[in-house]
Each structure stands twice: as C-alpha cells, then as structure tokens.
C-alpha cells in the first residue's frame, strides 16, 4: 500500500457509503472495531483481505495499515479503543461473531456519540462482549510466491474456474505436488480451502449487489445452487438469501449516502 495516512486517533462513528466508495490506506495509534450492519465491507492489509459479514465484525489492532471498500449500500460503523485497552489481546486483525446484542450495543454506540453515564455504561458492556465473541476465520491471505500469485490472477478474473491445480501447474508449468507445498508454506492452506474462501468472497461482493443467489452459485464456481447454500451458512451462519436482513428497515441510519470517498 502507497500514500499511507497517519490519523491517530481512531474514529467512533457510524456513517454511510455508496457501492465503490473507499476508505483509503491508513493507520491508527489506537485500536478499532469495524462492523457493516448492511452491505458487505471489504478490509485489506498487506497480509491480505476480509469480506466482513453482518455476523462478523474486524478488530484492527493499533500501527495496522489498512483500506475499506463498500459494496452494495453499505452502514459502517467504527469503534475507536485507545491502544492501552485490548479486549480480544490479539496483535493481528482478527474476525469475530457478532451476536444479536452485540450488534445493537455497536449500533446504539456508534450513532449517540453523547457523552453521558449511559453511554460510559454501554461501552463497558459492548467491550465485555467483545471479549466473549469467537473468532472467526473469514480471511484470504496474500499470496507471496510467484506461482501462487498466477493462479491468484486465474481465480480473481473468474472464480469459477474448475481446472485441477495439476491442470494449473501445466499452464504455469509447476507439477501439482509443487504448488501444494507452496500453499501449505505460504499460507497455511491448502488449494482448495483458499479457493473456497476466494469464492466466498466473491459470493458475498456478489450478494451485496442483488445478484439472484442462483447466478452467484454458478459465477462462482459450485456444483449447485444447494451446494452454494449449504457452503455460505457453515461459513457465515446465514443462508444468502439472509444477508442483509439482519437490521429491520427502520434501524437503518437515517443519513445521506455518502460518495464513493477517501477520507474517514
């Protein structure tokens, strides 16, 4: 990532963005918490990129340089922790589940940025919260090697390419046995655990956009429809056709979309 910004403070905000609109490559002094309540959020690092769920929410740890991407009309909301607190300890983004109270706890938070006793009292519980939500392994990691970066390419432009990493490994000119030690060292994965999670991804981008669940299937590589299906909700713990339901229409912000943006 080039053109790195430094705001130091992390922001506690919930705001809206267009599909397209970005946030740009920056970094805190603090920690944040980053939900989507609607649209799908893409959150990239140079160690590679999260779609975030409305199940799901991403801790940024403090120094982390990252960029948003919105897909579909998205409500983000921003929870900023100031680096001597670190409810999850962890010092790498992280995926956790957002359950039904915690959601409204991020929501209330975010929007009501009074400060009052009531809110102090909020915060405590949404942190308490935070601390008992399970991880969660929503993560395409980079590829470094070179080869690896090839079928990357391959599987980016159309995900629902079948070919067999054999088949691969003639078009790059690697044997099979080659490219899947690369993916074990590489990324801990095995090629067909990154191309289910690179489809996923492309399923959840896809979904944000109202494409029909049975055209996302298809475009990205399942058998079935019901294959599909069945794959999103072990993953998300949501069927497709639940993705953006979560949040009742009149929870929504009651904001102006805002533009595709660089800023916070």
């Not at 069927?239 to 595709?260: C, F, G, M, Q, V």
Request: net charge positive; aromatic share 6%.
């Amino acid at each position: 990532m080039t053109q790195i910004r430094h705001t130091p403070v992390a922001p506690t905000r919930a705001q809206l963005l267009e599909p397209g609109g970005a946030i740009d490559a920056h970094r805190h002094d603090d920690h944040q918490l980053v939900y989507a309540g609607r649209g799908a959020l893409a959150v990239t690092t140079d160690a590679g990129s999260w779609i975030i769920p409305d199940t799901a929410a991403i801790w940024i740890p403090a120094g982390t340089v990252h960029a948003h991407r919105a897909y579909g009309n998205l409500e983000l909301h921003l929870v900023g922790v100031p680096i001597a607190e670190n409810p999850l300890d962890r010092q790498r983004p992280t995926v956790v589940a957002v359950s039904p109270l915690l959601r409204e706890l991020i929501i209330t938070y975010t929007r009501d940025l009074n400060a009052t006793p009531e809110r102090t009292r909020l915060r405590a519980v949404l942190l308490d919260q935070l601390r008992t939500s399970p991880e969660q392994p929503h993560y395409l990691p980079a590829l470094t090697q070179p080869l690896l970066r090839g079928i990357a390419e391959i599987f980016h432009a159309d995900p629902a390419d079948a070919r067999t990493l054999a088949e691969l490994g003639r078009a790059l000119g690697a044997s099979a046995r080659t490219l899947s030690r690369l993916f074990r060292s590489d990324v801990g994965m095995t090629f067909p655990q990154w191309r289910t999670q690179l489809r996923l991804q492309h399923a959840a981008i896809l979904l944000a956009k109202n494409t029909p669940v049975t055209t996302v299937a298809h475009q990205c590589g399942w058998s079935s429809t019901s294959a599909f299906i069945d794959t999103f909700r072990r993953t998300y713990g949501q069927t497709p056709a639940d993705t953006d339901k979560r949040i009742p229409a009149e929870h929504h912000l009651r904001l102006a979309t805002s533009t595709p943006s660089r800023n916070e």
